[in-house]
């Protein structure tokens, strides 16, 4: 018999890691520490309980990046897929389930497996003995255990207030208005001096906008955040703005050493930056632009900034406690710790946003001890599938800038804009006739998903194994 791989903590990529384990026929052993411990949001003692909705978002894998998530982890028997499909309500196109019917039928299942053993105990230190573990913790890890964690990692900032700017689509920006540039056409390391896209304002403009964000509908800290400081001072662009109507011109949307191309004589009364996000150059996120707007408020009010009238975002903004590590620069890429290769992390505190998300980490995360385990050849998910995507965004996607801060990292849920570029992007119809707009769009999301089930498909047939070399 194998020696079982250790999972801290039972929620969605603990129990997901666990069910990846046992089925390739290694004992796993699932530590969770409710209710022996509890926290200040769970409810019940089921394993992988939904903490807030009920919805895994969409289930189109035809032309939604979360609903292709959906289809490959049906393909590779994942319990929590299987479950919320057994659970499922009705939500139209999307994916929602009866939360305790859901959470009960997978804390059945783990219960139920003769290789999985379930502990109900707080873990605070990693002991020695275990030579395979799995830490899926998520937000809520323990304080005693992010002690440890940031014992081993050596990171100062684990648990803060995540400051989270809103992302676009590179090619839903404007760039009749907007245009690259740096300030002063400065080039840093590994830049251009044409590093940010700028969209300028006039007085009016700027005014308007500062109007808008002041009255806009802000959503609130739950109980258990209040007391926790924001992260490095970062303040939500809105508490700026009231701080001040000129305080958003002198800081993040200062206009200072740029002149606008498109009309070199008018200075623009301010300006908002963005900058590359990830090493593909599909995403782009607003400098500074940290928020507690309501996610409609958002889209509303950024809209109104010049070039970004028709802006699609991978990710709008937030800022809420949170608990994840900067894992371009702790994790290899089957997600162990270099400091501690014994040690892998799934879910939430790798750096992933969504229910759907934080499994699918836990999915990787067990087949790759299990296959560890058994002695087998790693092989990566590509890039190019919905789990290889995510993946790549997780273990070394992300663009560290000079600027921006220490920890530039931020969390992600899995978007298109992850995904490497089509070789050709479809540009005719079946009928022969040229693209546009939205038929255009569309059909390159089509694309995407066609190849990524594709490629699933052939990775599948390598073999069982499925991770690095």
Same mark, same amino acid.
């Given at each position: 018999?194998?020696?079982?791989?250790?999972?801290?903590?039972?929620?969605?990529?603990?129990? @997901?890691?666990?069910?990846?384990?046992?089925?390739?026929?290694?004992?796993?052993?699932?530590?969770?520490?409710?209710?022996?411990?509890?926290?200040?949001?769970?409810?019940?003692?089921?394993?992988?309980?939904?903490?807030?909705?009920?919805?895994?978002?969409?289930?189109?894998?035809?032309?939604?990046?979360?609903?292709?998530?959906?289809?490959?982890?049906?393909?590779?028997?994942?319990?929590?897929?299987?479950?919320?499909?057994?659970?499922?309500?009705?939500?139209?196109?999307?994916?929602?389930?009866?939360?305790?019917?859901?959470?009960?039928?997978?804390? @059945?299942?783990?219960?139920?497996?003769?290789?999985?053993?379930?502990?109900?105990?707080?873990?605070?230190?990693?002991?020695?003995?275990?030579?395979?573990?799995?830490?899926?913790?998520?937000?809520?890890?323990?304080?005693?255990?992010?002690?440890?964690?940031?014992?081993?990692?050596? @990171?100062?900032?684990?648990?803060?207030?995540?400051?989270?700017?809103?992302?676009?689509?590179?090619?839903?920006?404007?760039?009749?208005?907007?245009?690259?540039?740096? %300030?002063?056409?400065?080039?840093?390391?590994?830049?251009?001096?044409?590093?940010?896209?700028?969209?300028?304002?006039?007085?009016?403009?700027?005014?308007?906008?500062?109007?808008?964000?002041?009255?806009?509908?802000?959503?609130?800290?739950?109980?258990?955040?209040?007391?926790?400081?924001?992260?490095?001072?970062?303040?939500?662009?809105?508490?700026?703005?009231?701080?001040? %109507?000129?305080?958003?011109?002198?800081?993040?949307?200062?206009?200072?050493?740029?002149?606008?191309?498109?009309?070199?004589?008018?200075?623009?009364?301010?300006?908002?930056?963005?900058?590359?996000?990830?090493?593909?150059?599909?995403?782009?996120?607003?400098?500074?632009?940290?928020?507690? =707007?309501?996610?409609?408020?958002?889209?509303?009010?950024?809209?109104?900034?010049?070039?970004?009238?028709?802006? $699609?975002?991978?990710?709008?903004?937030?800022?809420?406690?949170?608990?994840?590590?900067?894992?371009?620069?702790?994790?290899?890429?089957? =997600?162990?710790?270099?400091?501690?290769?014994?040690?892998?992390?799934?879910?939430?505190?790798?750096?992933?946003?969504?229910?759907? $998300?934080?499994?699918?980490?836990?999915?990787?995360?067990?087949?790759?001890?299990?296959?560890?385990?058994?002695? $087998?050849?790693?092989?990566?998910?590509?890039?190019?599938?919905?789990?290889?995507?995510?993946?790549?965004?997780?273990?070394?996607?992300?663009?560290?800038?000079?600027?921006?801060?220490?920890?530039?990292?931020?969390?992600?849920?899995?978007?298109?804009?992850?995904?490497?570029?089509?070789?050709?992007?479809?540009?005719?119809?079946?009928?022969?006739?040229?693209?546009?707009?939205?038929?255009?769009?569309?059909?390159?999301?089509?694309?995407?998903?066609?190849?990524?089930?594709?490629?699933?498909?052939?990775?599948?047939? =390598?073999?069982?194994?499925?991770?690095? $070399?």
């Amino acid at each position: 018999m194998h020696r079982p791989v250790h999972i801290v903590g039972g929620g969605l990529a603990g129990s @997901e890691a666990a069910w990846q384990v046992a089925r390739r026929g290694v004992p796993a052993v699932v530590h969770e520490m409710r209710p022996i411990c509890p926290t200040e949001v769970h409810k019940t003692d089921s394993l992988a309980e939904l903490v807030c909705s009920n919805s895994f978002r969409s289930d189109d894998a035809r032309t939604n990046a979360v609903g292709l998530l959906h289809a490959e982890m049906r393909r590779l028997d994942s319990l929590v897929m299987r479950m919320a499909d057994a659970n499922q309500v009705p939500a139209g196109g999307a994916l929602a389930v009866d939360r305790d019917g859901f959470s009960g039928a997978i804390t @059945e299942a783990l219960t139920a497996h003769p290789l999985i053993e379930i502990r109900r105990e707080e873990v605070a230190t990693i002991p020695d003995d275990w030579n395979s573990a799995i830490l899926a913790t998520g937000p809520l890890t323990s304080p005693a255990l992010a002690e440890t964690i940031r014992a081993i990692t050596g @990171e100062t900032a684990l648990a803060f207030f995540d400051a989270i700017a809103p992302i676009v689509y590179r090619e839903t920006i404007d760039m009749t208005v907007a245009w690259f540039q740096s %300030r002063y056409d400065k080039a840093g390391p590994g830049g251009s001096g044409a590093d940010y896209i700028n969209c300028p304002l006039t007085r009016d403009q700027y005014h308007a906008f500062i109007d808008a964000l002041i009255s806009a509908e802000k959503t609130s800290f739950h109980e258990w955040e209040a007391s926790t400081p924001y992260f490095d001072g970062c303040l939500p662009i809105e508490v700026m703005a009231e701080r001040g %109507r000129e305080t958003l011109r002198h800081g993040p949307m200062k206009p200072f050493g740029l002149t606008n191309p498109h009309n070199p004589a008018a200075k623009p009364y301010a300006v908002v930056q963005l900058r590359q996000d990830n090493k593909l150059g599909t995403l782009f996120n607003i400098v500074g632009f940290q928020t507690k =707007l309501k996610h409609g408020e958002q889209v509303r009010v950024f809209r109104s900034i010049p070039g970004l009238e028709k802006a $699609e975002f991978a990710r709008l903004g937030g800022l809420h406690r949170n608990t994840f590590l900067n894992s371009p620069k702790l994790l290899d890429q089957t =997600l162990r710790l270099t400091a501690m290769p014994r040690l892998r992390f799934a879910g939430q505190i790798t750096g992933c946003e969504g229910y759907v $998300e934080s499994a699918a980490m836990g999915l990787l995360a067990g087949r790759f001890a299990a296959a560890e385990r058994l002695g $087998e050849t790693v092989i990566l998910p590509p890039p190019t599938t919905g789990h290889g995507a995510l993946l790549g965004h997780i273990t070394g996607g992300h663009v560290e800038t000079i600027d921006a801060g220490p920890r530039s990292f931020q969390p992600m849920n899995v978007n298109f804009g992850l995904f490497p570029l089509l070789t050709q992007s479809p540009n005719r119809g079946a009928d022969g006739k040229r693209l546009r707009g939205a038929e255009k769009t569309m059909a390159r999301k089509r694309a995407l998903t066609t190849r990524a089930l594709d490629d699933l498909e052939r990775w599948l047939g =390598l073999g069982p194994a499925v991770a690095a $070399e």
